[in-house]
């Protein structure tokens, strides 16, 4: 079992950046890679990025790609997320996911169904 929480996120103006960390705990080195989803109201969630246990690899949605930076410390048990040049648009419910499905041809997971472990949310605000 992993247990994910998240800190950060925040209040930010159109441009401006917010970072968010997600804490796992439990049995954090047989998962196959954590990263980020959002949802905003009337909207699906959807993938911001993810990242491998190695950290060597990563996935960006692409509504961030460019923007928001995925990382994860050498120990495994956090994720980082940089949110850069924020837009109105990426106002959401930020969602820490940790996945342990494994793709062929070193895909990584990057579908909702594919996370079996979620924290609880953080709000990411962009707004003038």
């Known amino acids: 079992q992993v247990q994910l929480v998240e800190s950060g996120g925040g209040l930010a103006q159109p441009g401006g950046s917010l970072s968010a960390s997600c804490a796992a705990s439990?049995?954090?080195?047989?998962?196959?890679?954590m990263g980020w989803f959002r949802q905003a109201p009337g909207k699906v969630r959807e993938v911001v990025a993810v990242?491998?246990?190695?950290?060597?690899?990563?996935l960006y949605g692409d509504s961030v790609k460019g923007r928001f930076t995925i990382s994860r410390d050498n120990a495994k048990n956090s994720v980082y997320l940089r949110m850069d040049s924020l837009q109105v648009e990426d106002t959401a419910v930020y969602y820490c996911?940790?996945?342990?499905?494994?793709?062929?041809?070193?895909?990584?997971?990057?579908?909702?169904?594919?996370?079996?472990?979620w924290g609880q949310g953080i709000q990411v605000t962009v707004s003038s």
């Open positions: 439990g049995s954090t080195y047989t998962t196959g890679g």
């Open positions: 990242i491998s246990w190695r950290g060597d690899k990563t």
């Open positions: 996911a940790a996945s342990r499905v494994t793709r062929g041809g070193g895909m990584l997971p990057g579908r909702q169904t594919e996370f079996q472990f």
